[in-house]
């Protein structure tokens, strides 16, 4: 395979097994997976199939024992550095202010201080949390945690973005509110956005193609795309009957693995 075929893609899995240390069972099987460049890909499947040991691989904090993981048409060897990661739990500095979290990888970066306060600012209007610039992790709730964690992550532009259930032990009304959100940001930065969640509405309102894996060991069993056009409205997109037959089809296929897994 040439350089440029693999330069097509973002991200791409070929073949690709993981097997942690005295583990019965791959915690992955020859996924084979590519994500194009600008592209929203949701992964969903059943609890323990492996989505977060994707992204671990995608961000070089794992590597296969068998198959490739290529980033921007090279081997992911090493940190990608390219890749920002929002993990479950907001992972906020505590002893640092919003503001300082915020800035975090800018400073790391060398960025001047003149330019990461004007991007600071930015960001804090971006994500709602003007007022709240000086607070500290602990004086925040569960939601503007997460906001300050997506800002954290989108504010120096990184050429793909992982995450893993970012939304996930929020309420129902904060969690539609930051899908929102999200569906926003990204359609204005127009990166390559890796997300994993476990709802199915979720992935169908933000993404352009939806991965299905199976049961453990997991491996893709399927790729929808989501014909959706953008800028979406999740208020317009949940009533049509377009969304509905979609989530039919999805919801066909990930109950047919959680039958599996019910039965295995
Ligand atoms: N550090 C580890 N050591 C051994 N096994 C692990 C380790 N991390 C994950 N696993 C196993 O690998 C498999 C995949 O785990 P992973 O966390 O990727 O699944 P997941 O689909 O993200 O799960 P969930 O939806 O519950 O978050 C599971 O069987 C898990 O027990």
């Known amino acids: 395979m040439t350089t440029s075929e693999l330069g097509s893609d973002a991200l791409r899995f070929d073949s690709v097994t993981l097997d942690f240390p005295g583990s019965p069972r791959p915690a992955i099987e020859d996924v084979s997976l590519r994500v194009g460049r600008r592209k929203f890909v949701a992964v969903i499947g059943p609890s323990g199939c492996g989505k977060s040991t994707i992204l671990n691989l995608a961000a070089g904090l794992l590597f296969p024992t068998r198959g490739e993981v290529h980033f921007d ?57 003007r007022g709240f610039e000086d607070h500290y992790p602990r004086e925040l709730s569960g939601g503007m945690q ?100 979609l989530y039919n089809d999805l919801w066909s296929l990930f109950k047919a693995e959680l039958d599996l897994s019910d039965a295995a």
């Open 73 to 129: 048409g090279a081997p992911v060897t090493g940190v990608n550095s390219a890749a920002a990661y929002v993990t479950q739990q907001a992972n906020l500095l505590p002893w640092l202010s919003v503001r300082a979290n915020i800035g975090l990888a800018l400073k790391f970066r060398g960025t001047s201080k003149g330019e990461r306060d004007e991007r600071i600012d930015h960001w804090i209007e971006v994500v709602g949390l």
């Open 146 to 245: 997460k906001r300050v964690s997506i800002a954290r992550a989108l504010i120096y532009d990184p050429s793909i973005v992982l995450m893993d259930e970012p939304f996930g032990p929020l309420d129902a009304i904060t969690r539609l509110k930051l899908q929102q959100d999200l569906l926003n940001l990204w359609e204005e930065q127009n990166g390559t956005l890796v997300f994993v969640t476990h709802d199915l509405n979720e992935a169908i309102y933000l993404a352009d193609e939806v991965v299905v894996m199976s049961k453990g060991p997991g491996t893709v069993r399927r790729v929808l795309p989501v014909p959706f056009s953008r800028p979406r409205d999740i208020g317009t997109l949940i009533e049509s009957p377009e969304f509905a037959e």
